[in-house]
């Protein structure tokens, strides 16, 4: 790969899923199992329906282009790219087109590695455009489910400017949660939200880009990864056979199974999509006035966080980076914060324990039992040396499992023992009841110490004070 | 692309549309006189640094809408003018892609 | 039914007729008129006579073009591809309209999806002249033209993206109202060219058209092409005080002499056309005749079929068969959306989709596509410099007559295009437009159009209505020419 140059391009789309309504109509943007119950007549093409611009759509999309360092136009346009297919009923998607139209036209984005450094994707442009329906494939026939017809999507395209798989991934992660920290998009891949085309080429000579292949639908960030590596292999052996010339621009498809990219089969003409304006949405004017409103509602970003955690708090790079990852994480985190619970002890409940019982669970840290609060009723517990580290665990592990609130279990029978007296009786007794190893320790048999403290914690059924059992059988058989 | 027989019928296929052989003749024949016309448009001194005119009203200002959803009708109405339904979907032969 | 909408009000109020006698006399005449002319794709033999109150138009029964959305009535744009659609929702305009308490009791035949100057393209057949079977009434809106003309009622809807209201009046000695393009939601409309289509109104009188677009209007939030017209009231505001206004015609068009080669009848028609400019002299207006580049004018035709053209086979790509109209046949949805739309159009749809589809390809857009587009500012910008100092364009509707169906007497002539197609301004522009009838040649009447600027409706309405006042053609009915 030494000698190979390779350069990445991505188109990322993302569905706007956090709108009420749809793009270019009032149909309710919502996901649900029972087909066609979220439908317009606009997002059927029903004759005589219009297209009517959802203000908020367009505003999600401002924001991204202000984050973008994009340049917003005067005026929005749009565009019908017009085509025949049974997921589409107007016989024409509604779009933006060419980039000096787009929302977004240009721009960069900065993205931060684990290691501290950086690099910067270029923006070719970003726009705001009316997602299909659904197609379901049965046996020898295919169903038309409306319900997504008509969301609001958002296409975000980037020069050729990646030059490898991690840093196309790391670039993607980082958009994602843009998306989600503006509350644009819960960007689940899961739930279909995102989609990319990859558009990979190899070149010997840095300053010459390659022949660019495009991958398209490639639906999770792996397997952006997995294309990029087994497409710039394929193209790289192919050159290291004397084949380059069998490198040819195509759009070709990812497939699971084999780990492959495979071609599809070609049509004989690129379609042509015949642009031309929407004639039924008017040129909007967007007044500078809007786009500062909306540049000051901007919310804290990743980096932005993930720097005050570093500087302000004294968490470790490692940790932030986990943390911000999801704002939802770096939200309870903040929570935490607010809360008063110690930054770095957070921290490390946060990526341990908590995100170690979400991954394992497949869970959201949405529908995670624990609040913060119940978290710092724990942790003040131990703080106050009422119970102990390991205490703190078990309630956590019994709390989550029982779906009790934690303060209920920090009752008289399981706080941690911490008085003198009554320890001090207990160690007596027990130093009576085994004076033959009293004698032998004396003797010099030290490792006797561990056997006195042992049989205190199993007395107290492990709940006195390990610490203060331990100076207190030292004091005593040193009488 | 010049405009002939065979670029009628390929733009018809696109359009999903079938042509008869006097069709596509009359289309050719209309075609001429259109294009005859286009150059009286091109010959026009200076057209070419003309905006296009895409919208019918010059400096229309229009409100966006809020984003308030409405609900959907009924799944009866939604389906009553299609004539293959499977269960709550629209019908249509297996798309192959 | 040979009355206006205010006498037919008067007669209701004073319980000379009722409601439903009116809407029962509508029905029987409608099936007259579809006997002689094929006017209508349904007539509403069921509907029934509403309550009659202060409202002018309550109790009055009226058509509606058949490209207007109506919930539960049969809505085919006169197309096969919508033969069996039977809609849901109601456009905004019909409910506007029927919120005032008038009655459809027909839907009307139409040039299929408004393409076609004919009234010949309809899926139900050709629409004839009710002055004269053998010709035809023009199009698209032929089917309320004809009714109106034949006294079915005093107005039925209609639609125009070129000239589909204004020459069908004329050529039915009727009035046909386009108003300010915007004025009056297209929510519901069937698409046909979209940044020219407006909708509007046939009457036999413009106080019927001032009062049913009073009606049809207003702002929609579903159409944001609509505009707030709500200090706007059209019949209110009707007046024949237009002593003083501006009006200019198009010299290149009007001028006899500026032609080598004029039809007897054409040159009539101009003639009467003159005449009418000295009524309208004497009402104190002021008619200039103004020079416009021969080229624009030559330009507006073509401009008006690229767009056209271009627009109508992008909007009409929601006709698969799929989710509405029949289903077509065939192994593939590639197959039957072929055979659903070859079989659903007519051959001159079909023709223009494959010239739109052509100009929209990326290689050719800017040499058609954009260039019409241009054309259309140049000749829109041309006329609004003109509307800096005048109230409005005044001018004769096409040739003169309507033409014969068998096209026997059809002149193809270059040098009168632009007198036949110049309406089409109207739609460039998004001007207000009024067509009212000024007079007969061979006993087949003839019209005058007004267009004025962008929301100056009332000026144009008062010309109007000040002219008609002086003329002997208001509130006529066709009466069969042997």
Redesign the interface.
């Known amino acids: 790969m030494n000698e190979y140059y390779l350069t990445i391009g991505l188109e990322m789309h993302c569905e706007g899923s956090l709108t009420n309504s749809k793009v270019f109509s009032s149909g309710k943007n919502e996901y649900s199992d029972l087909p066609n119950c979220n439908v317009s007549?606009v997002d059927?093409?029903?004759?005589?329906?219009?297209?009517?611009?959802n203000k908020q759509a367009l505003k999600h999309a401002i924001i991204m282009s202000l984050i973008l360092h994009a340049r917003i136009p005067e005026y929005m346009y749009f565009e019908?790219k017009?085509y025949?297919y049974?997921d589409l009923?107007?016989?024409?998607q509604i779009t933006q087109n060419p980039p000096e139209e787009c929302v977004g036209n240009g721009g960069y984005i900065d993205i931060e590695r684990e290691d501290g450094s950086t690099f910067r994707v270029e923006i070719d442009n970003f726009h705001l455009e009316e997602d299909a329906a659904q197609l379901t494939h049965l046996y020898d026939t295919?169903t038309?489910n409306y319900n997504r017809a008509g969301n609001p999507l958002y296409e975000l395209v980037t020069k050729p400017c990646l030059h490898s798989a991690d840093d196309a991934v790391r670039f993607l992660e980082h958009i994602r949660s843009i998306y989600q920290y503006c509350g644009i998009s819960e960007a689940d891949s899961k739930k279909g939200h995102l989609r990319c085309d990859v558009n990979v080429s190899v070149s010997k000579d840095p300053n010459k880009l390659g022949t660019k292949v495009e991958i398209k639908n490639v639906n999770s960030f792996s397997s952006v990864r997995e294309t990029i590596l087994a497409e710039s292999q394929r193209q790289i052996d192919l050159i290291n056979a004397g084949k380059e010339a069998e490198i040819i621009q195509e759009t070709r498809r990812w497939d699971e199974g084999t780990g492959t990219t495979i071609g599809m089969r070609d049509k004989v003409d690129a379609e042509?999509y015949?642009?031309?304006v929407e004639?039924?949405?008017?040129p909007y004017k967007l007044e500078a006035s809007w786009i500062e409103e909306i540049k000051a509602s901007i919310p804290k970003l990743p980096y932005e966080r993930k720097n005050s955690y570093i500087n302000d708090l004294g968490l470790s790079p490692y940790d932030a980076n986990i943390i911000i990852k999801e704002k939802a994480i770096s939200d309870y985190y903040d929570e935490c914060i607010k809360l008063g619970i110690e930054a770095k002890s957070a921290a490390n409940w946060l990526t341990v324990n908590i995100l170690g019982y979400l991954n394992k669970e497949f869970q959201k840290i949405e529908d995670f039992f624990i609040t913060p609060t119940m978290l710092k009723t724990i942790l003040d517990k131990q703080k106050e040396g009422v119970i102990s580290s390991k205490q703190a665990k078990d309630i956590f592990a019994e709390a989550l499992e029982k779906h009790i609130d934690p303060k209920e279990l920090i009752s008289s029978d399981n706080m941690q023992l911490n008085d003198e007296e009554t320890i001090r009786t207990i160690v007596k007794d027990i130093l009576a009841n085994n004076e033959a190893n009293v004698t032998a320790y004396k003797n010099g048999k030290t490792n006797l110490f561990q056997f006195f403290v042992g049989n205190v914690m199993k007395e107290t059924k492990g709940k006195a004070n390990p610490s203060l059992t331990a100076k207190i059988v030292e004091e005593e058989l040193n009488k | 692309?010049e405009?002939n027989e065979s670029?009628?019928d390929k733009?018809?296929d696109?359009?999903?549309?079938?042509?008869t052989p006097e069709?596509n003749k009359?289309?050719l024949d209309?075609?001429a006189i259109?294009d005859k016309?286009?150059d009286?448009?091109?010959?026009?001194k200076g057209?070419?640094n003309?905006?296009?005119?895409?919208?019918?009203?010059d400096d229309?200002k229009?409100e966006l809408?809020e984003d308030i959803a409405e609900n959907s009708?009924s799944i009866d109405?939604?389906?009553?003018?299609?004539?293959?339904v499977d269960g709550r979907e629209?019908e249509?032969?297996k798309?192959?892609e | 039914m040979d009355k206006t909408i205010t006498e037919l009000h008067e007669e209701l109020k004073n319980n000379h007729v009722t409601s439903q006698a009116l809407v029962d006399e509508a029905i029987k005449k409608s099936h007259e008129v579809q006997e002689k002319c094929n006017a209508f794709v349904t007539i509403l033999d069921d509907a029934k006579g509403s309550d009659v109150t202060d409202d002018l138009l309550s109790g009055i029964p009226f058509g509606i073009k058949d490209?207007?959305?109506t919930k539960g009535i049969l809505?085919t744009?006169s197309s096969n591809t919508?033969k069996?659609?039977?809609?849901?929702?109601t456009?905004t305009a019909i409910e506007n309209l029927m919120s005032h308490g008038c009655i459809p009791v027909n839907k009307t035949c139409m040039d299929e999806f408004g393409m076609g100057g004919t009234g010949t393209t309809a899926h139900t057949g050709v629409q004839k002249n009710p002055w004269d079977p053998t010709r035809m009434t023009a199009g698209s809106s032929s089917g309320s033209a004809a009714a109106v003309a034949a006294g079915v009622y005093p107005f039925a809807t209609a639609s125009d993206s070129g000239d589909s209201i204004r020459k069908p009046a004329a050529y039915c000695g009727i009035v046909g109202y386009k108003p300010?393009?915007?004025m009056i939601s297209?929510?519901?409309?069937?698409?046909y060219v979209?940044?020219?289509d407006t909708c509007g109104v046939m009457t036999r009188s413009v106080t019927d058209a001032a009062i049913v677009v009073d009606a049809m209007k207003g702002i929609d939030?579903?159409?944001?092409?609509s505009?707030d017209s709500s200090d706007i009231h059209l019949y209110q505001d009707l007046t024949k005080e237009v002593s003083g206004k501006k009006l200019f015609y198009i010299k290149e068009i009007v001028d006899k002499n500026h032609y080598t080669n004029l039809p007897r009848e054409t040159e009539e028609h101009l003639d009467n056309f003159m005449k009418t400019i000295d009524i309208v002299r004497s009402l104190g207006i002021e008619v200039d005749e103004v020079s416009i580049d021969q080229?624009?004018l030559?330009?507006i035709?073509?401009?008006y079929?690229?767009l056209g053209c271009?627009?109508a086979?992008?909007n009409?790509?929601?006709?698969?068969?799929?989710?509405?109209?029949?289903?077509g046949e065939?192994?593939?949805?590639?197959?039957?959306?072929?055979d659903h739309?070859?079989k659903g159009?007519s051959?001159l749809i079909?023709?223009r989709?494959?010239?739109g589809?052509?100009v929209?390809?990326?290689?050719?857009?800017e040499?058609?596509?954009?260039?019409?587009?241009?054309?259309?500012?140049?000749i829109?910008d041309t006329i609004k410099e003109q509307f800096k100092k005048y109230d409005g364009l005044i001018m004769p509707v096409g040739t003169g007559v309507a033409p014969k169906l068998d096209n026997t007497d059809r002149v193809t002539d270059d040098e009168l295009t632009p007198l036949e197609e110049h309406l089409q301004i109207g739609?460039?522009?998004?001007f207000p437009s009024i067509t009212i009838p000024n007079g007969f040649i061979n006993n087949l009447p003839v019209g005058i159009n007004i267009t004025g600027n962008?929301y100056d409706d009332q000026n144009v309405l008062n010309i109007a209505y000040a002219l008609e006042s002086k003329m002997n053609y208001k509130n006529q009915i066709a009466k069969e020419v042997k």
């Not at chain 2, 009286?40 to 026009?44: F, G, L, R, S, T």
Request: aromatic residues 14%; contains cysteine; charged residues 15%.
């Open positions: 007549p059927m093409g029903f004759p005589g329906v219009l297209p009517v611009l019908r017009n025949y049974p009923p107007k016989g024409y295919s038309i042509d015949k642009y031309f004639p039924n949405i008017p | 692309m405009f670029t009628i733009l018809a696109l359009l999903m549309i079938g042509l069709e009359m289309i209309e075609f259109i016309n286009i009286k448009i091109n010959n026009i057209i070419e003309i905006k296009p005119m895409t919208h019918c009203l229309f229009c809408r009708p109405d939604l389906l009553a003018n299609c004539k293959k629209v249509v032969p798309v192959v | 490209n207007y959305s809505s744009g919508l069996d659609y039977v809609p849901f929702f456009a300010t393009y915007g297209r929510y519901g409309l069937f698409a979209s940044s020219l939030p579903k159409d944001m092409t505009w080229d624009i030559n330009a035709a073509s401009t079929v690229v271009a627009e086979t992008s009409m790509s929601n006709l698969t068969g799929f989710s509405f109209g029949p289903r065939g192994n593939s949805f590639q197959e039957i959306m072929k739309r070859t159009f051959s079909k023709r989709f494959v010239i589809s052509y929209l390809q990326t290689v050719n857009q040499r058609y596509f954009k260039n019409a587009q241009r054309a259309r500012r140049l829109v739609n460039f522009g998004g962008c």
